[in-house]
């Protein structure tokens, strides 16, 4: 059995034809017998478990389900089970279930599941699929921001969704018998690859992949991909060319898909134009902006007012709430610092099965991280640029902190050193904190040194700062207003500040943070000023 729409000989067709069949050759061949997902092995015996009691609860939906499905030509049956395994052999039945469609009231999404059962070891389907040998391409936040660094004025974009997305792939014959269906004692085999298989998402992926090399090699512009969403990114051209399919049309699109049998959701397109949806954020290719889309907001918002608005919340209303807000840090870079607090709240839930409906209390920093993100999304237009990083200037650029005296910074061929003093190692300041204050004065150095609309590397021998200003935020709150405080004064110069690790031994800020001149830099001839929020704990140091 073949898929409904993709057409295997067309496939191996165009694959030879653009020279990529080496590289997808396996697809043709996957469509015409089937995928293999994954699993450890054939099923031995027959096992099926009872189904959840979200469907058991919704008959009507699950058997509307199966009759489309029969009539769609992608469930076979129903069997008994005895006819069943005159047929394939012993099978599996994972439980089905029903899941709420928020956007659709009423609407639910019916889905089986693959892992269970959840105990250790499990005997589940997706316990035995390793997903990393089901690798593919994902088109991310940041290769969107890369694609619109250089597209040049009258670049234009579109969007298209796949139809059925997983649906379309067949699997093979000998994997079968791990997903039938069963529902009231009667049974069902599933000939296509099934939303929930821990391998589902690579499979399609690679059809997705190849698709995307296909578009490409035929002038298509540059494509990016999220599971069925494809984002199609176009640049006029300087003179019309025979080669290259019309600029800016969907029906080109659709031209190329039909021969291969792909499946495009028309209703779901958009037309290409300036600004565009994908990710679920908003991109206007001329502004170099990002923002997130106003019904998206509205949704957050609801969201974090009743979060704000209930006294004591539990683990799931934590967890969705801080996801979307990680979500929009992707697009308000400077809220990443307001996550931290409800990360360490969500943290602070147990996790033992019988708490799992535990509320709690939020802290005070929690809720202040709420109300940041309720005040910010509010605002108008709650983005930022995605233009290119301004040129990198090479000024050499070092910090490092020492329990043992201080601070010290290296910038081009200046030093400064400071001493630590008073109760500095205290309510929350470590030696992480130090390194962070240290980072913080040497980017007010370079800014005072008057380093602006530039990218710089900072080079520090703390891992812990390193991987939180990657990240974005710290779990320590000392550290975590510092690395805000960094960004703020990095947005106001318009500077990019990459911090890159550097083994103690080869750090020349080493020294002056234990009290020692360093060898080959001079003394720094200005001053950089301490931030007020150190001056208690951090004081010039003049070395001899």
Same mark, same amino acid.
């Given at each position: 059995?073949?898929?409904?729409?993709?057409?295997?000989?067309?496939?191996?067709?165009?694959?030879?034809?653009?020279?990529?069949?080496?590289?997808?050759?396996?697809?043709?061949?996957?469509?015409?017998?089937?995928?293999?997902?994954?699993?450890?092995?054939?099923?031995?015996?027959?096992?099926?478990?009872?189904?959840?009691?979200?469907?058991?609860?919704?008959?009507?939906?699950? /058997?509307?389900?199966?009759?489309?499905?029969?009539?769609?030509?992608?469930?076979?049956?129903?069997?008994?089970?005895?006819?069943?395994?005159?047929?394939?052999?012993?099978?599996?039945?994972?439980?089905?279930?029903?899941?709420?469609?928020?956007?659709?009231?009423?609407?639910?999404?019916?889905?089986?599941?693959?892992?269970?059962?959840?105990?250790?070891?499990?005997?589940?389907?997706?316990?035995?699929?390793?997903?990393?040998?089901?690798?593919?391409?994902?088109?991310?936040?940041?290769?969107?921001?890369?694609?619109?660094?250089?597209?040049?004025?009258?670049?234009?974009?579109?969007?298209?969704?796949?139809?059925?997305?997983?649906?379309?792939?067949?699997?093979?014959? $000998? $994997?079968?018998?791990?997903?039938?269906?069963?529902?009231?004692?009667?049974?069902?085999?599933?000939?296509?690859?099934?939303?929930?298989?821990?391998?589902?998402?690579?499979?399609?992926?690679?059809?997705?992949?190849?698709?995307?090399?296909?578009?490409?090699?035929?002038?298509?512009?540059?494509?990016? @991909?999220?599971?069925?969403?494809?984002?199609?990114?176009?640049?006029?051209?300087?003179?019309?060319?025979?080669?290259?399919?019309?600029?800016?049309?969907? /029906?080109?699109?659709?031209?190329?898909?039909?021969?291969?049998?792909?499946?495009?959701?028309?209703?779901?397109?958009?037309?290409?134009?300036?600004?565009?949806?994908?990710?679920?954020?908003?991109?206007?290719?001329?502004?170099?902006?990002?923002?997130?889309?106003?019904?998206?907001?509205?949704?957050?918002?609801?969201?974090?007012?009743?979060?704000?608005?209930?006294?004591?919340?539990?683990?799931?209303?934590?967890?969705?709430?801080?996801?979307?807000?990680?979500?929009?840090?992707?697009?308000?870079?400077?809220?990443?610092?307001?996550?931290?607090?409800?990360?360490?709240?969500?943290?602070?839930?147990?996790?033992?099965?019988?708490?799992?409906?535990? @509320?709690?209390?939020?802290?005070?920093?929690?809720?202040?991280?709420?109300?940041?993100?309720?005040?910010?999304?509010?605002?108008?237009?709650?983005?930022?640029?995605?233009?290119?990083?301004?040129?990198?200037?090479?000024?050499?650029?070092?910090?490092?902190?020492?329990?043992?005296?201080?601070?010290?910074?290296?910038?081009?061929?200046?030093?400064?050193?400071?001493?630590?003093?008073?109760?500095?190692?205290? /309510?929350?300041?470590?030696?992480?904190?130090? /390194?962070?204050?240290?980072?913080?004065?040497?980017?007010?150095?370079?800014?005072?040194?008057?380093?602006?609309?530039?990218?710089?590397?900072?080079?520090?021998?703390?891992?812990?700062?390193?991987?939180?200003?990657?990240?974005?935020?710290?779990?320590?709150?000392?550290?975590?207003?510092?690395?805000?405080?960094?960004?703020?004064?990095?947005?106001?110069?318009?500077?990019?500040?990459?911090?890159?690790?550097?083994?103690?031994?080869?750090?020349?800020? $080493?020294?002056?943070?234990?009290?020692?001149?360093?060898? $080959?830099?001079?003394?720094?001839?200005?001053?950089?000023?301490?931030?007020?929020?150190?001056?208690?704990?951090?004081?010039?140091?003049?070395?001899?």
């Amino acid at each position: 059995m073949v898929a409904p729409k993709l057409i295997p000989n067309a496939w191996e067709a165009t694959l030879r034809n653009l020279g990529l069949f080496d590289q997808f050759g396996d697809i043709p061949s996957g469509l015409r017998e089937g995928f293999r997902i994954g699993a450890a092995g054939p099923v031995k015996y027959t096992l099926v478990h009872s189904n959840h009691k979200s469907a058991q609860d919704r008959p009507q939906v699950i /058997e509307d389900h199966i009759k489309t499905k029969l009539e769609y030509g992608r469930y076979s049956g129903p069997f008994t089970q005895s006819q069943l395994e005159q047929i394939i052999g012993p099978f599996h039945s994972s439980p089905l279930g029903t899941v709420d469609k928020p956007l659709a009231p009423g609407k639910f999404r019916i889905v089986q599941d693959f892992s269970f059962p959840r105990s250790s070891p499990s005997s589940s389907l997706n316990a035995q699929i390793n997903s990393d040998n089901f690798p593919c391409e994902w088109g991310f936040f940041h290769d969107v921001v890369r694609a619109l660094h250089d597209t040049p004025p009258g670049t234009l974009a579109a969007t298209c969704n796949v139809d059925a997305v997983f649906r379309q792939i067949p699997i093979h014959p $000998d $994997d079968r018998p791990h997903t039938v269906v069963g529902w009231n004692g009667q049974f069902y085999v599933d000939a296509f690859l099934p939303f929930g298989v821990a391998s589902a998402n690579g499979i399609f992926g690679r059809t997705g992949d190849a698709m995307s090399r296909i578009y490409s090699l035929c002038g298509f512009g540059t494509i990016l @991909k999220w599971v069925d969403d494809f984002l199609f990114i176009q640049a006029p051209l300087d003179a019309p060319n025979k080669d290259i399919p019309p600029r800016f049309s969907l /029906e080109a699109i659709y031209a190329l898909a039909d021969r291969l049998g792909w499946p495009w959701k028309l209703s779901k397109s958009v037309p290409f134009a300036n600004t565009f949806v994908y990710l679920g954020f908003e991109w206007d290719i001329a502004r170099k902006w990002v923002c997130i889309p106003a019904p998206k907001r509205d949704k957050y918002l609801r969201r974090l007012r009743d979060w704000l608005n209930t006294t004591r919340v539990s683990l799931v209303d934590t967890e969705k709430l801080t996801g979307t807000l990680i979500h929009c840090t992707l697009a308000v870079p400077l809220g990443r610092p307001h996550v931290a607090a409800l990360i360490a709240f969500e943290a602070s839930f147990p996790r033992e099965h019988k708490l799992r409906f535990l @509320k709690k209390t939020p802290d005070l920093a929690a809720k202040q991280d709420a109300t940041w993100w309720l005040d910010t999304l509010s605002a108008a237009s709650c983005g930022s640029s995605v233009a290119k990083p301004p040129p990198v200037n090479p000024i050499y650029i070092a910090s490092d902190a020492s329990s043992s005296f201080g601070l010290g910074v290296v910038i081009g061929n200046l030093w400064w050193s400071w001493r630590l003093v008073g109760p500095w190692k205290s /309510e929350g300041r470590d030696i992480g904190w130090a /390194e962070a204050v240290a980072l913080e004065l040497a980017v007010d150095g370079v800014i005072k040194s008057g380093v602006r609309n530039a990218s710089i590397s900072c080079r520090c021998d703390n891992q812990g700062v390193v991987y939180a200003w990657a990240a974005g935020r710290s779990r320590n709150p000392r550290q975590n207003a510092i690395l805000l405080s960094i960004m703020q004064k990095a947005a106001q110069a318009n500077l990019t500040i990459e911090v890159i690790y550097i083994a103690s031994t080869d750090n020349p800020a $080493d020294n002056p943070s234990r009290g020692v001149r360093p060898r $080959d830099f001079t003394p720094a001839n200005f001053t950089v000023d301490i931030p007020f929020a150190h001056r208690a704990f951090v004081a010039i140091a003049i070395l001899e």
